[in-house]
């Protein structure tokens, strides 16, 4: 199947710095990526989508400038967490598909913010 | 508005037959999806459904009932590596993803 990767898999960042974390469709062109944030024994929650160079569509009560995000290319987008607080910590999640295939999900990244 | 139901927690025992149940109310509908999802892991994909009907593939099967917004997950010969949270998600429209809140299931020996 369809590989999604994520890096970093985990970050600790102190309070106040930023942090970018990558998304890559790695044996396909991903005309839409998803960031999703998932909370312990909850169920995912979609931030934004994402399609290749236009800008993303955020979710309501998602900051879209806490949470930037950039689809530069069919195979990249990227989450940058900006002045990350411990309210932050979180596990994120980034997802691709192509066109009106399944969607594939990447193994995620757990924040932790200080 | 989009919602989703499933039940929270299941229990079930090695060997057996668990069915988990969604319903839906979308604003359209593209498809429906199954997702497994082991703790601390990323969702991995289980099933399509689109059309009524029941998709089998190996020991889990998904039907679909789109006048009744229902679709159900049926696993058969559970393993106790089937313990999992498993997430229903609907494509109302376009590439947008709906999700439920998942159901943990509990499979004990």
């Known amino acids: 199947g369809a590989v999604v990767s994520q890096h970093p898999s985990r970050v600790i960042c102190k309070s106040g710095t930023s942090v970018k974390i990558e998304c890559r469709s790695l044996?396909?062109?991903?005309?839409?990526m998803f960031w999703y944030r998932q909370f312990p024994k909850k169920s995912l929650m979609l931030m934004a989508t994402s399609n290749e160079g236009s800008k993303a569509t955020y979710e309501q009560g998602v900051e879209k400038d806490k949470f930037l995000i950039n689809h530069a290319s069919l195979t990249l987008s990227t989450l940058t967490v900006t002045s990350a607080h411990p309210e932050d910590s979180s596990f994120y999640i980034c997802?691709?598909?192509?066109?009106?295939?399944?969607?594939?999900f990447g193994p995620g990244t757990r924040l932790t913010v200080l | 508005g989009q919602n989703i139901d499933q039940p929270t927690e299941m229990t079930a025992t090695e060997g057996a037959i668990v069915q988990i149940n969604c319903t839906y109310q979308t604003s359209g509908f593209n498809g429906l999806f199954w997702y497994q999802q082991h703790a601390g892991e990323a969702p991995t994909f289980l099933s399509y459904?689109?059309?009524?009907g029941l998709e089998e593939k190996g020991r889990f099967s998904s039907f679909l009932s789109r006048s009744k917004g229902y679709s159900y997950l049926l696993l058969k010969e559970l393993q106790m590596k089937d313990s999992a949270s498993y997430l229903c998600?609907?494509?109302?429209?376009?590439?947008?993803?709906?999700f439920g809140p998942g159901t943990r299931l509990s499979v004990l020996p």
């Open positions: 997802s691709a598909r192509e066109g009106d295939r399944e969607m594939f």
């Open positions: 998600a609907v494509t109302p429209y376009g590439q947008n993803f709906v």
């Open positions: 044996d396909f062109q991903a005309t839409t």
């Open positions: 459904n689109v059309l009524d």
